[in-house]
């Protein structure tokens, strides 16, 4: 079984809907993040959670929201989904410090129309 | 600003040997990443360089200039697996991870 998983892996959404992505993971990391991936930009970060009662936000928050349910469970929602939020999703853990690799989802697809 | 710069995209040949360049401006460094990505997959961890030189993992080697603003992947004995995207991230001064757009490698029989 996957070390982190994410749900859905495809959604396809009209602008205005909310829309919840879902990340777990099973490696027991701490850390937690999430980023989005466009053609010819780097991975950009939303939101990122140390530990179940720390939420930060990244480079690019608005509009989105995240919430940090468990150690295990990190999602990302979409109040009202906009086309330009078109984009591949990735979820990543990171085991302690910085310096550590990240583990990432598999992605999740998301095309907004 | 912040910047990482990489090539779009580079053909090689397989069994052949490829270097991916990375040059970073950012505010502080405080280490270099390289991580491998297969279309419509998760980046996976390659690398990691904090001091200069190189360090050889297998047929992957990373190499870090801290006073140039410079990194390189080299590949050897290409094959046809290795046909992927290549991350670099740096780690700036408040320890936030900057990415690269990433260097397409295409790999030819």
């Known amino acids: 079984d996957a070390d982190v998983t994410q749900t859905p892996r495809n959604r396809i959404t009209k602008t205005g809907k909310r829309i919840m992505l879902e990340c777990s993971q099973t490696?027991?990391?701490?850390?937690m993040y999430w980023y989005r991936q466009d053609p010819g930009l780097g991975l950009r970060l939303i939101y990122y959670?140390?530990?179940?009662?720390?939420?930060n936000k990244g480079e690019i928050s608005d509009g989105y929201s995240v919430s940090r349910q468990a150690q295990a469970k990190f999602s990302l929602s979409l109040e009202s989904a906009i086309p330009n939020q078109t984009a591949l999703y990735f979820c990543?853990?990171?085991?302690?410090?910085?310096?550590?690799?990240?583990?990432f989802g598999p992605g999740t697809r998301l095309t907004v129309l | 600003g912040q910047n990482i710069d990489q090539p779009t995209e580079m053909t090689a040949t397989e069994g052949a040997i490829v270097q991916i360049n990375c040059t970073y401006q950012?505010?502080?460094?405080?280490?270099l990443f390289w991580y491998q990505q297969h279309a419509g997959e998760a980046p996976t961890f390659l690398s990691y360089?904090?001091l200069d030189g190189l360090e050889e993992k297998g047929r992957f080697s990373s190499f870090l200039s801290r006073s140039k603003g410079y990194s390189y992947l080299l590949l050897k004995e290409l094959q046809m697996k290795d046909s992927a995207s290549y991350l670099c991230?740096?780690?700036?001064?408040?320890?936030?991870?900057?990415w690269g757009a990433g260097t397409k490698l295409i790999i030819k029989p």
């Open positions: 959670s140390f530990d179940v009662k720390d939420i």
């Open positions: 360089n904090v």
């Open positions: 950012t505010s502080g460094f405080n280490g």
């Open positions: 991230a740096v780690l700036d001064s408040n320890y936030q991870l900057i």
């Open positions: 990543a853990t990171q085991i302690g410090g910085e310096v550590d690799e990240q583990f």
């Open positions: 490696k027991g990391h701490d850390r």
